[in-house]
């Protein structure tokens, strides 16, 4: 191809948006431009690497036995409506009325179509494991689209879901498909971190998310400095250093020695650091106490060992005392997988006034009646420790867990953070911030049940099929490629998802040049080798700029006084490299074949 | 690609809305399934041949010099709005509004996306001509959508765009344009009609329209008998039969011998039927006249010499009286582009008797005032006619063009009907239905003039670029390639969009015969051919009934009794013969990619 045939508008200036480098080289390179908020388009040159990204995941996805299919873009309410998600998902979900009234969805994910197809086929557990997958548009209504398509709100998806007969088969094609994922994006010649994951407002258990290193990640992740324990925060576990997990008969034993718990006077001292300047103690002897609202709460809280277990029914609304250790986080996500809420959020002042009968700043879990208390698994080592007197300016020291007061349920529930120890081997975690490429799921049986999906077994007796859902960003995928691979010339493309392999250089387009590089362009393009070849009227070094600025992984500058020598040679460079090297005309076509077919091969 | 790895889920029954072949045959050979109202998922068979229409497509884009690009689906409103197409488009187009308020149209096709992309690139004529194409997701809001992906609401397009400095230049990249949309559809083994089209809403002129003939075709063809006049019937013209082109002069001559108009009483008669019987003449007699009411009239109408030429200022309603010999009906579509206006139609009730100071049925264009006449040229040779007296039950007889009546303006206004003659060589037209795969477009200067597009020319003056544009329904044209090839069995692709090239039925999938369809199959794959191995566990009754239903182009059976012989065999069969043929297995995959690598180049 041609550059004067084609279309990239290659830009010396920097878009005023752009902040990371990926967005500024993708509009700089003329892999993009812009059509509206969170909206763009794909021109040429773009266009090549994303299908070459999606041709990648294809081939990774078709070689597991996924079967490609084509759900539409816009989809029935309807299907919403069914699985619940019509109301839970959240106005990230554009939702359409048309003409005639009809609700509609613009997908932002496929669980519901895909869900609904399988079912209306789905007859004997002789059609099971089923594995379906798109590479499609998705919508989602970002309020701050930003990033380029790092967060845009039309992007394209690879969206896989699978049908299984139990637990074993979802189980190996989970395996497959983590497999496939880890190829795809070493295909991509992309470092991605797989992290264990929360599988949040998708539900089920069992999921892997895949992560690149970004400073503009939406995750942080907590990686191990010894073995390679990664997690995302919001899951995150860490060996309890000096807080051992007691159970209620060891830490009453422990309190043995504890003076009983008195009052103290704490005059305008509300939170942990006016407490630990006032009592000029540090924040682990506190046992901070929080008080959350929970939505939609599945768990049986009738535990009759617990003193706190209130024989209630939970309407959609329920509140919860959680206590933790005064220099920790409570991580709402763990809070909410507990509880099985479909959320959790502090309770409002009013809330906490009411059911504490105290201003804010002085819950505790002694002597609190009416919510059930939840206590972080640090809280049962604290033999001897402050908090809330449920009054104002009132506190109790020498509080022990386990002989004042106890808990309906003691889990982990801390936020990890950097400097916290690996749950696996005790090395010291470090945070990232991480982008998700991609992520696995075991969806159990959420969507099956709630959309009806059966099928007969070998005795004739009707199932629900087990589900895993699976997807990975194809733009953000590309756009990753480019954070990891550039340089401030512009961008080192990885031949696999390179727009094209060779670009070739003439110095001036015309007499010998040319024709030498219409020959050679001609060998390379008859053996399957893609040549952008700049044909333009313009000076060596702005062509130079350019091809650096796109990152063709190999540039073949040809020129009069290298064509001129005894033996005629051409200058290759490969765009990771400082040097070029003279090859022999003549051989330029089979040294360049080889090389490109010897990358294209390892990757 | 065995049977039992895939999902392929094939039907006896027909679905009960499927009322065309190519829904009914896209159901039962588990190509296609419903999501919703005119919302199809393609199954794996399904997208394999939709992939095959895109690629053909892609090809010939590819190959005149189109660029892809791929724009986003959803589009901001205000792009629509700078056109002005976000208030003409009508209800079809499916307005969003999303969360904070902005609007957004789900593309129907994208003259707005692709213009506003080229006006911020464009600089300088060097750049021109640039077409660039899109195949992507489209969305129609129909009322009443039906025949499957034949008239669906999501659909897959073509679209391309180009941008021209000149007409030449347009003219050129239309006529190749037109000489790949007869490849794309030869290749998909498609018989079209391109006949000239009205270019409708689309504005602009100079239009051609690649049609399918189908019985539920949205358009009516005429086509000659004799030479290769064809067109749609919105635009059609004919030969004048009987009735010359007169001018006034002529006209006034021809009626000399006619006795002056009188009035004659006809109670109770008011259509052309019942006066003819009333009268016991042909209704051939008459000068039907109709009163029109027409929307932003843009067409200049102060021609001195017409009688009726009111002075007036045209607002954005305006009434037209049009004349037409009374066996004839009006074009409304060659109405609308006579008077440059947005949309034409009959004047309500309450209109035509304020403006005629008559009942219904007796308007005329004698003694007519307030409103201009427009004549079909068949009236210019009436010199002794009937028509309405503007007033109850009275018309007036021996009334003679250019002496009792003139009219503002005399054009072809009659639609054309099978029996017309063509207006090329005086043939015999007939009619047909057609479907509308392809439509090219001159769009002139429509959008570049709306939403600002301009460039400098070779002496640094700025210029609207002209535009065309070009469209192929994909999905519509993969469901032609059905209706035109199927038997009552099933489907009979041809070899270009066939989801396989081959399908291997064994009798008994096991022992030898399995050993022999595995090998045949490998080596087959091994050359690049597509295969679909029947490896299920059911008669061969049911294997060659869904084979023939899914219509892959060659089937080849393979049997213990043929295997067994001395010179074991195979036997082959082409979908669309009735006979198959014994081959030596050995021979078997040499005489099959021969077969299959000819069938595949002659597409």
């Known amino acids: 191809m041609k550059v004067s045939q084609t279309f990239i508008p290659t830009l010396r200036e920097v878009p005023a948006d752009a902040v990371i480098v990926s967005h500024r080289l993708m509009f700089r390179a003329g892999l993009l431009r812009r059509l509206g908020n969170g909206l763009f388009a794909y021109l040429p040159l773009g266009l090549r690497s994303l299908r070459k990204v999606e041709q990648i995941i294809r081939e990774e996805m078709n070689a597991i036995g996924s079967l490609e299919i084509k759900p539409s873009v816009i989809v029935p309410g309807e299907l919403w409506k069914e699985s619940g998600r019509w109301d839970s998902m959240g106005e990230a979900l554009l939702r359409i009325k048309n003409r005639l009234g009809a609700d509609f969805v613009v997908s932002p994910t496929a669980e519901e179509p895909f869900t609904a197809l399988v079912r209306d086929e789905l007859f004997s557990y002789r059609q099971l494991p089923l594995s379906l997958y798109q590479i499609n548009t998705k919508y989602r209504d970002e309020i701050r689209p930003r990033y380029g398509v790092m967060r845009g709100r039309e992007f394209m998806m690879k969206d896989a879901y699978s049908f299984h007969t139990n637990d074993e088969s979802l189980d190996d094609h989970y395996k497959d498909m983590g497999k496939a994922y880890r190829k795809i994006f070493k295909r991509c010649g992309l470092s991605v971190i797989p992290v264990k994951a929360d599988s949040g407002a998708m539900g089920g258990s069992g999921s892997e998310e895949f992560m690149v290193e970004s400073d503009i990640g939406d995750n942080t992740l907590l990686l191990c400095k010894i073995c390679d324990y990664s997690a995302n925060v919001e899951k995150a576990e860490c060996k309890v250093d000096f807080s051992p997990r007691l159970s209620i008969d060891v830490a009453k034993a422990v309190a043995s020695s504890t003076p009983p718990f008195e009052k103290i006077i704490t005059p305008e001292v509300k939170t942990i650091e006016e407490l630990c300047a006032f009592l000029k103690t540090g924040a682990k002897t506190f046992i901070k106490t929080l008080i959350y609202k929970a939505v939609n709460v599945e768990l049986e809280l009738t535990d009759p060992a617990a003193p706190n277990a209130a024989p209630k029914t939970f309407d959609s609304v329920a509140f919860f005392a959680v206590c933790i250790r005064g220099d920790l986080d409570v991580n709402e996500v763990k809070l909410a997988a507990l509880l099985k809420a479909a959320d959790v959020s502090l309770a409002s002042e009013a809330d906490v006034e009411r059911l504490t009968k105290?201003?804010?700043?002085?819950?505790?879990?002694?002597?609190?009646?009416?919510?059930?208390?939840?206590a972080d698994f640090t809280v049962t080592s604290i033999s001897d420790g402050v908090t809330g007197a449920l009054a104002k300016d009132l506190h109790y020291k020498h509080v022990a867990y386990g002989r004042d007061f106890q808990a309906l349920?003691?889990?982990?529930?801390?936020?990890?953070?950097?400097?916290?120890?690996?749950?696996l081997?005790?090395?010291?975690?470090?945070?990232?911030?991480?982008?998700?490429?991609?992520?696995?799921?075991?969806?159990?049986?959420?969507?099956?049940?709630s959309m009806n999906v059966t099928y007969l077994d070998e005795n004739g007796k009707s199932h629900l099929p087990t589900m895993g859902c699976y997807g990975i960003g194809v733009d953000r995928t590309l756009a990753s490629v480019i954070e990891e691979h550039n340089d401030e010339d512009g961008i080192i493309w990885p031949i696999s998802v390179a727009p094209y392999h060779v670009i070739m250089v003439p110095i001036k387009y015309e007499g010998a040049v040319k024709e030498a590089a219409d020959k050679l362009a001609a060998e390379l393009e008859q053996k399957g080798i893609e040549v952008l070849l700049d044909d333009r009227d313009e000076r060596p070094g702005v062509k130079f700029k350019d091809a650096d600025l796109i990152g063709i992984p190999y540039r073949v500058v040809i020129g009069d006084k290298n064509l001129a020598g005894e033996t005629p040679k051409v200058e290759v460079k490969h765009r990771a490299e400082k040097?070029?090297?003279?090859?022999?005309?003549?051989?330029?076509?089979?040294?360049?074949?080889?090389?490109?077919?010897?990358?294209?091969?390892?990757?």
Chains 1, 2 share one sequence.
């Open 579 to 603: 040097e070029s090297s003279l090859v022999e005309q003549k051989n330029a076509a089979v040294v360049l074949i080889e090389r490109i077919r010897k990358d294209l091969s390892l990757s």
């Open 409 to 423: 349920i003691t889990a982990d529930l801390r936020t990890v953070k950097a400097g916290d120890l690996c749950p």
């Open 425 to 449: 081997c005790g090395g010291e975690l470090y945070e990232k911030k991480g982008n998700e490429l991609g992520h696995i799921f075991k969806l159990g049986y959420k969507y099956s049940k």
């Open 358 to 374: 105290a201003p804010l700043g002085f819950a505790g879990p002694v002597g609190l009646s009416g919510i059930p208390v939840i």
